[in-house]
């Protein structure tokens, strides 16, 4: 019974899509292919992150450095807000006169040229994660269970990590760096993740769209926007 409801629904849901797509064809839904000069997934440090698999493997440190402590993220899942606590971070440390954002900030600066080079595309006009839609499809001779689904490991990690990057850079009253990385958070991680075009990935976009959100409403209400 359950194989012949759930034929039966395939039917109906291809035939829904036909009439509102006006095809079955999976290459409708797919962002055309793109030249590199305008695809920020192009970037030789994103390309360095590929594998031979096609996903990419962000190195766990890029963001954030090694044995360098965090500051505690406090949540308040009522009012939908989080705000950081560098009270810990900052105990039995020399912030040598400075604010624990400033000390933090300047800490964080062994990752910057990371974040530069990932800030030298944020003018290109269009963006998909490489390998495009089309060339997966077309090495899986059209068959899309066949498909190798670009993808990258350990996402959401690099994504809190850059999220830290803009709400410190903007205690720390760094007006470049914070409105720099906005647009890189904004930018990397929702749309690698959504153009991977299946459900868990579209999931996956929305949480990281959450991440970057609550990171700039907190650095909005710091003195560093033009």
Request: glycine letters at 4%; hydrophobic letters at 40%; aromatic letters at 6%.
């Amino acid at each position: 019974w359950e194989n012949r409801r759930s034929a039966r629904e395939l039917v109906e849901a291809r035939a829904q899509f036909i009439a509102r797509i006006g095809t079955d064809d999976p290459r409708a839904l797919m962002p055309p292919p793109i030249a590199d000069e305008e695809n920020y997934f192009a970037l030789p440090i994103i390309e360095s992150w590929r594998k031979d698999d096609h996903t990419h493997e962000i190195p766990e440190h890029v963001f954030w450095p090694e044995n360098l402590p965090k500051p505690a993220l406090i949540e308040n899942e009522a009012e939908g807000t989080a705000r950081l606590d560098f009270t810990p971070w900052a105990t039995n440390r020399d912030l040598k006169g400075q604010t624990p954002a400033q000390a933090l900030n300047g800490e964080l600066r062994v990752t910057d040229d990371h974040l530069s080079q990932l800030a030298v595309g944020l003018d290109r006009p269009f963006s998909c994660l490489k390998p495009a839609m089309h060339a997966a499809l077309d090495n899986a001779k059209g068959d899309l269970l066949e498909m190798n689904i670009p993808s990258i490991t350990g996402l959401m990690d690099r994504h809190r990590e850059l999220a830290l990057h803009l709400c410190v850079s903007a205690r720390a009253g760094d007006s470049a760096k914070a409105q720099t990385t906005a647009r890189i958070l904004l930018r990397l991680f929702p749309e690698a993740s959504a153009s991977h075009g299946t459900l868990v990935s579209m999931l996956v976009s929305i949480a990281t769209h959450e991440v970057a959100f609550e990171a700039l409403q907190d650095a909005l209400t710091q003195p560093v926007w033009d």
